[in-house]
């Protein structure tokens, strides 16, 4: 009889409980925008920036995520360390990338539409940003509220460097991807 009762109950609540983390996840990535740009706007200069932003950035994106779904099936046979050094590396270049995209006191427009979950354990939350005149569709992928990936016009992030990560592995193991990796972080801006 409590089975019978209970069943009901949880299937009635079960979408309150979806709509929320939905909700959750939306509001979560508006204020990780906000603080982000408000920290753009107090860096002083470009040269600054992807510092500024480093621990704005590790509060809201799992680069350890990002950089194994960028390597790719490699990444298993990464050690610990090589996978630590891996994800620092990749968190610097995303970093430095980001940052690259910001003119301090210019803020895009942005409006966040309906967050989904396309599957058990993500949200997405698309976007419509206008910034310098151009448009752009920006969908952030996030899991237990951490940004995992970001799809631009189509393209996810983490596509793109897996081409890339994935290619320097199969030619030299972990120590080519680092290598990589390293090489890319030491080039100037």
């Known amino acids: 009889m409590?089975?019978?009762f209970l069943l009901p109950l949880f299937l009635a609540t079960a979408p309150l409980?979806?709509?929320?983390?939905?909700?959750?996840?939306q509001t979560r990535l508006k204020t990780a925008v906000t603080e982000v740009l408000s920290v753009a706007d107090r860096a002083g200069n470009r040269s600054a920036l992807p510092?500024?932003?480093?621990?704005?950035?590790?509060?809201?994106?799992?680069?350890?995520?990002?950089t194994?779904?960028?390597?790719?099936?490699g990444w298993r046979q990464f050690t610990p360390?090589?996978?630590?050094?891996?994800?620092?590396?990749?968190?610097?270049?995303?970093?430095?990338s980001y940052s690259s995209k910001f003119t301090p006191g210019e803020h895009p427009d942005i409006t966040y539409q309906?967050?989904?979950?396309?599957?058990?354990?993500?949200?997405?939350?698309?976007?419509?940003?206008?910034?310098?005149?151009?448009?752009?569709?920006?969908?952030?992928r996030m899991e237990q509220m951490l940004i995992t990936d970001?799809?631009?016009?189509?393209?996810?992030?983490?596509?793109?460097y897996r081409s890339q990560l994935d290619a320097q592995f199969k030619k030299g193991g972990a120590n080519a991807v680092i290598s990589s990796l390293t090489q890319s972080v030491s080039r100037p801006q």
């Open 114 to 140: 309906a967050a989904t979950e396309p599957a058990s354990g993500r949200v997405d939350v698309p976007t419509s940003m206008v910034y310098k005149g151009s448009h752009y569709a920006v969908v952030y």
């Open 150 to 160: 970001v799809v631009i016009e189509g393209v996810s992030l983490i596509a793109n």
């Open 81 to 96: 360390a090589q996978q630590k050094e891996a994800s620092r590396l990749f968190a610097t270049l995303i970093i430095r």
């Open 17 to 25: 409980a979806a709509s929320a983390q939905l909700a959750e996840a």
């Open 68 to 73: 194994k779904r960028a390597v790719g099936p």
């Open 2 to 4: 409590t089975l019978r």
């Open 51 to 66: 510092e500024k932003l480093r621990p704005v950035l590790q509060k809201y994106v799992s680069f350890e995520t990002m």
